[in-house]
């Protein structure tokens, strides 16, 4: 390998290593650490992101690339490297070092004054932090990319390759087709659901999660489960990745999904094996948020809320839940986890009406971008779009258009990728039986293994190396196609619900 | 304050703050990391080492502190932290890089060495490294203080201002003592303690040592106790200092006693506090190693293993035994964890003994120092010198000149830290005792909070700001005497042997 080009992995990997300590400063905060630990803990953590920050902005990252942008005969795998590196470092020192202070500044506010609103139900607390961030933002696209549209250069930030349009185009579908399965679902007789509200201890909750850690092949010397606040995933070293969860005494499907989602995202960090040449460097990252999120969904709900799945272990479940589940049989376990009912808060949506909440928030967002949208119109233009869309009626801002963390934090761009996540695994999974005709079998008998193998070979060891536009077209053969999705929960949902 | 002396601080503060980012990832080695992980975690130790270490030797530390020692009007306060900050600024800036260097590698060897070494009960394997050790810390002392004996230089790195001399003087008082003791236990009937091998399950003992904490006052906000396979204290924050235990099924008194002595070591941390103008600097550490120590022992054995103390909890702990203490009377229950028994082991030895390994270590290493041992001859005069203190025959050297880590870390002159504690403790204890007259009454009836009150006055608040020497002489109104250490065994276990 040439000098130059070992020398910008030594320089990424350092920033990497640094990377995972801010990351253990983070999930100690979340899991273990005493309460009163929170103010040193904050100058830690901006202590070590300084010195990331430092590692990523290093000019001599810039000279390496120029040098090695300009060689010839790079193999595949370095030039993806180097298109990698080059999107980051760009990212990390276009924005001018005022307009990064400001904006960390103004963040802290903003998410403070949130909190208070939201607690409150007191838009007009926030509405002039949502005014300052949507300008930060607006300043923010136009350092990164002055010539292209602000929210297209936010969309960018976090689904590499995608537009408004390209994304207005697969919701557009999704909408359609989202919108006429919930009426179909509404026409007919709801499930019930109400046994899984019985109490189960969190001891038991803990050793269903180590179940089914089990059950989808996560690697425990590489990994671990705690419990936290609110459940995340966290990758703390190379082989070091680690998920939480939360025990809800009187409705322990949440710790279960919860549990089956997170290890979907570790599986995917376990994954990222480019070769030793370049582990520990931006190629061994996530392709992107929406493919990351397309292998929690895949786990947590195409695979891990399907019938095949629940047959193989239910058997083992119900003796572990202290009687919840007795009398309880398995079809109308799987049609009690799977209940479709239109609600208000988009964490707690279901499969079908999630994408619906997804899209409101990504027509509301890029009309406040592009100005179409007046921050004071926020809140009435929100509960129209759910009456409409969803089909409920928002009783207050609280569980209206204050319920996210994301636009406090000048998050705009990030919704979507949640709905392409949906999308993508879909996909993925209809390529994925289509070559191992025996998957579902597999499934059916508690073997996860083919599934997570083809992640492996088609998902996971492709890194960072491709867009998330070329992954899919590699990993299925055809670009991004809602009807893969749609598709799949009409099949799922008319069976259960029997339209 | 000064301008310089408030940048000598900033300065001072952002290295202890780094320092505890590295205690944070050393904690999660020992407690939560999963096993794949140690390979990176040593790099991310490494770089936070390094950044530390660079913080530490910043030669604008040294020019400030040039300037501040020739200021006029220097407060008590100032000038004690001017003589901490050059004490450690020389002790990192004095050692050639070179030197440093070859420490560490050299260290990582001889450490490895000596674990197989144990292993394999195979001393000549561990030799030569022992060789290097010792060579390496003559060059380590003749590069702190050339002027100076190199076992002095060595001691007074681990409690300041102490000499080969100071300590054999009270040390050769507590041998004569402890000699004697030894010897009329062993004239008399020993105690059973065969119902501490009953088995309780780990959650009980779990509940045990949170019990204990509550006891003593450990503040929860600010602490927390997790699972280790070697118990230590160590602190991530001015607010955040955490002690581990480990439960052995079939001997609780373990971590009973483990969490107590590790509580011990961080109620000091807890309370050290200068202030808010000192506080997150070198003038906020412990004084020294064996004032540490003193605080361990005084809360494990001469609070937590004397009978007003379990007068006041055993009515607690029998019922969360799991039936190991039915029909055992507190008294039999007192004697057991007071068993006197001269054996191999230095971890395991009880009061009374353990003064007389940490003597002989004592007396080993400060020939092996001085060149009056040659390194092949330590095996054999280890064994004699334990016939000789403890009257015990060592069978191999695994139980043997083997069984302790520290010389191989090539830390000499650290051993006496261990005697010394005990000897700060008792002395610390009859000053207690004189000045509150109530205390044990306080203690029998379940409140420690006057011992506590009494250390955090006396020897927490003055952290570093004394030397320990002067700290005893400030706490107690005379100078380190080891015959209250002597005395106080004598007095408890005439008692208990009756004798």
Known sequence: MREAMKKLISLDRERGVITHIAALLG?????????SGI??????LAIVENLAHEKAVNPGI???????????????QEKAYLRVSRREYDKETKLPAGLVSEMARQTSLSQAAWVQARKNNDFKRFAPHLAT?????LEKASA??????????LLDLYEIGSTERSIADVFAVMKRDLVEILGAIRSRPQSDDSFLRRRVSPAAQARMSQYFMGALGFDKHRGRLDTAAHPFTTTLGRDDIRITTRYIEDYFPSSVFSTIHEAGHALYEMGLEVGPDYSGTRLADAASMAVHESQSRMWENIIGRSLPFWGA??????P?????LEGVALEDFYKGVNRVEASLIRTEADEVSYGLHVIA?????????????AVEDLPGAWNDTMHQTLGVEVPDDRRGCLQDIHWSMGSFGYFPSYALGNLYAAQFWTAMKAQIPSLERSIAAGDCSPALNWLREKVHREAAALLPSELVLKATGSSLDPSHFTGYLRKKYSAIYGF
């Open 62 to 76: 810039g000279e390496l690339l120029n040098r090695l942008e300009g060689e010839k005969d790079l193999s595949g």
């Open 361 to 373: 928030r990504f027509e509301l967002e890029s009309a406040l971008i592009k100005g179409d949208l």
């Open 313 to 318: 272990h239910y058997g083992h479940i119900v």
């Open 320 to 324: 572990m839940a202290e009687g919840a």
């Open 144 to 153: 990164l990319n002055p010539g292209a549209p602000p929210y297209d250069v």
């Open 27 to 35: 999930w100690d905060q979340e899991t273990y650490m005493p309460e």
């Open 133 to 137: 961030m949507i300008r930060l933002n």
């Open 39 to 44: 103010d040193e803990r904050a100058e830690q």
